[in-house]
């Protein structure tokens, strides 16, 4: 798990300049460095809003990646953690997305 607010981070754009698609874009093209048949990152997300999430899994879309969010806890604020699973590569037969904690 990559608990660090990379992904946000990338998403501001301070100067006109700045173009958050290109950098998320870069970021997740150097994650494929690993040399395995199957693979997976998670990355720990607080998104801001709605729309940096849709961006965040937009691009890692455009790079390659499957997987999907999973949400602990979704009905609480304060212990609610969002992940952004990403696979690439060829899937271990039967794998399946982990479930969110808290979700009964």
Known sequence: VISVSVLQWLCNADKSSHN??????????NVIFVNEEWWKAVFQVYPESPKQMELITEQATRCGFTGGVV?????????????????AGTPVANYKMPQGLGTE
């Open 71 to 87: 949400v602990d806890f979704p009905n609480s604020t304060k212990a609610k953690k969002i992940f952004l699973c990403l696979f």
């Open 20 to 29: 958050p698609f290109k950098k998320i874009k870069t970021v997740l093209h």
